[in-house]
């Protein structure tokens, strides 16, 4: 075991839920191995302002529940100078903190890399993202949580559509990955799923619907993810009404809902797991390592690989909502 006494953990980037149960399970992990903890305030923003604090078992009783995260998040743009990360080098080197957990996604990871190459500092990171796109993990924490909240107000849109026989466009998160809109279009019941990993075929669309109509369907529901080419939900609607205007056409932007609330299970488990993973990984001495769960079983991913776009979206799940919405 590397002779690591202090440690820290913060949370980066955009929040999801499940990153409290990770805290939870870094500081209680930390403590049972007689190791100090601190928690650091909006991330990498409250590195470079020494923004710590000392967490005991007791600081994150309660916790493991709660969306959105205890400790705060930011995206710094004074981290991407060399000037901020030699302050926050300082900060840290003051404190006497040895190495740090990071929840968050590729920009956190890739923050932590240049951080290490420069001065050194060792980092362990957790996938905290409701996007699913990191390579390295079957599942980012608080991707189960978004597509179930997602998955909630679609089926209720659903009703809604099918008592005024009316087609929503329904826009979900994923700004540069599909993997929720997927899963939802799938869960969801929907006609068709446009997401960024694809090019989008208006034509191709309306002639899913109208195959719906021919088919007498009462309503229809088609899932967009918000970083699709045509330009989102609003836009893609009013292509299709201007060939296409059988049904009544909505259309409903899910947009930040889906990364708040109780995470589900599968998150807090997850970020349990993971949380102790990477203080264990600290604690070894592996540095620059993403701690991931892949068939079940804890993972190390160098950060280098952990980032987006390294993960294909599975063509068999497009094939089926193709099937699934004749």
């Not at 078992?57 to 493991?64: D, K």
């Not at 075929?201 to 993810?225: F, T």
Request: negative net charge.
């Amino acid at each position: 075991m590397a002779a690591v006494k202090k440690i820290g953990v913060m949370t980066s980037g955009g929040d999801s839920p499940g990153m409290n149960a990770c805290i939870r399970a870094v500081v209680r992990s930390a403590i049972y191995n007689n190791l100090e903890v601190y928690g650091i305030n909006r991330g990498y923003e409250g590195m470079i302002d020494g923004d710590f604090f000392k967490m005991q078992s007791h600081a994150v009783s309660n916790i493991v529940q709660r969306g959105g995260t205890m400790l705060k998040t930011a995206r710094s743009k004074r981290f991407m100078e060399k000037e901020g990360r030699q302050k926050a080098f300082e900060r840290l080197k003051v404190a006497g903190i040895d190495g740090f957990v990071a929840i968050g996604g590729d920009g956190t990871f890739r923050g932590a890399t240049v951080f290490e190459e420069e001065f050194g500092v060792t980092c362990i990171g957790v996938p905290g993202t409701i996007d699913n796109d990191l390579y390295g993990t079957d599942y980012t924490l608080g991707f189960d949580t978004a597509i179930n909240t997602a998955i909630e107000a679609i089926d209720k849109i659903r009703d809604t559509a099918d008592a005024h026989n009316r087609l929503f466009f329904v826009e979900v998160m994923g700004r540069d990955a599909g993997f929720i809109a997927l899963s939802c279009a799938i869960a969801g019941g929907a006609e068709a799923v446009i997401i960024p990993e694809t090019k989008t075929d208006i034509d191709n669309l309306i002639g899913i619907l109208e195959r719906g109509w021919y088919h007498k369907k009462s309503s229809a529901i088609v899932i967009v993810a918000e970083g699709d080419e045509a330009g989102g939900a609003y836009e893609i609607a009013k292509k299709v009404k201007e060939k296409f205007n059988e049904y009544d056409t909505r259309v409903t932007v899910l947009g930040h809902i889906q990364r708040g609330g109780n995470p589900t299970v599968r998150d807090r488990i997850l970020g349990s797991r993971l949380g102790i993973a990477a203080v264990e990984a600290l604690m070894e001495g592996k540095k620059n390592v993403m701690a991931g769960l892949i068939n079940d079983e804890v993972v190390f991913t160098p950060f280098a690989n952990a980032t987006k776009h390294n993960l294909d979206i599975n063509q068999d799940m497009l094939r089926l909502v193709d099937i699934l919405s004749m």
